[in-house]
């Protein structure tokens, strides 16, 4: 049989309210009277009924995550970020898979399973403004870089600093022909940011930023990386090293590159961005952007809560943090020792 409250002060000879202030980590209760009820919360093995305490306040303990590529590392790796600070609060987490289509958004941001959530964390990639003004009357906190002038929580890294920063790097090493994979034909916010970083350092630095390095691609998956990695190679363009929208791609020209009998990162020096964990662990280590993932799933998960406990300020721009990730593809095998 279930353990109940009732049974947990029975046993430790406390009320019934007691126990609940301990279970709720209320911070009134004594640190004696914390643990004589802890020691009976063990000693019967209670577990506290979640979906009971949710109800109570009107809530069903389910935030929804809408991610644009399950498959894609970096959204899995931040999943299992905003999953892991949704438990701190004891929320448990609904994936929704959108395949960046505007359609698939439009009806996860509208609110289809409004009567199911407490909130909504999206990370949108064809959303218009227009998509968002009307919708259902769910806690909804915006993360990525399509950005929007609505009100709504919205956190996200710095792009054109980050993409800055990469390709900085790349020309502190003397690189001086820096090529750009990963400007998706059609819109892409996040793509075109990073673009705009590599385009502004490159001029920072005196150097040229040779719109014909730069490589377009339908998609942001190895394959795509590989790709436009050959277009550039056949068109008989030989950059001294690579920037990539992201780590499968950079995956993706690293193998070509192989391929070819180019050797990385002495003929070409390669750089990603979102640091995932195949990039720590090939032939050749990535050197990679890394966002800040924890803290961006903790920004996240926070300002759902804060809006649902009406605790929170006004809609706000979060930049989360991120860090420049030094490996063998720009850097070379560094001698054992």
Known sequence: ?????????????????????????????????????????????????????????????????????????????????????????????????TGGRREQEI?????????????????????????????????????GERDYDLPYDHIAIDNVAAARDAVRHLIDLGRREVAFIGARRGRSEPAQLRVRGWREELTAAGLPADEGLVAATDGWGHADGAAAMSRLLDAGRRPDAVFAYNDPMAIGAMRVLHERGLRVPEDIAVVGFDDVIEGRFGAVTLTSVSPDKEAIGRLAVASVLARLGGTAPEPRRVRADYRLVERESTLGRRPAR
């Open 1 to 97: 049989m279930r353990v109940s409250l009732k049974d947990v002060a029975a046993h430790a000879g406390v009320s019934i309210k007691t126990v609940s202030n301990v279970v709720n980590n209320y911070q009134h209760v004594t640190p004696a009277m914390r643990e004589r009820v802890q020691r009976s919360i063990d000693a019967l093995g209670y577990r506290p009924n979640l979906a009971a305490r949710h109800l109570r306040k009107g809530r069903t303990g389910i935030i929804a995550l809408a991610l644009p590529e399950l498959g894609n590392p970096y959204f899995a790796e931040l999943a299992a970020a905003v999953i892991d600070a949704a438990a701190e609060h004891d929320y448990i987490v609904l994936l929704d898979h």
């Open 107 to 143: 009806l996860v941001s509208q609110g289809f399973r409004a009567r199911v959530i407490d909130g909504l964390i999206l990370s949108p990639i064809e959303l218009e403004t227009e998509d968002l003004r009307d919708r259902a009357d769910v806690p909804l906190v915006l993360i």
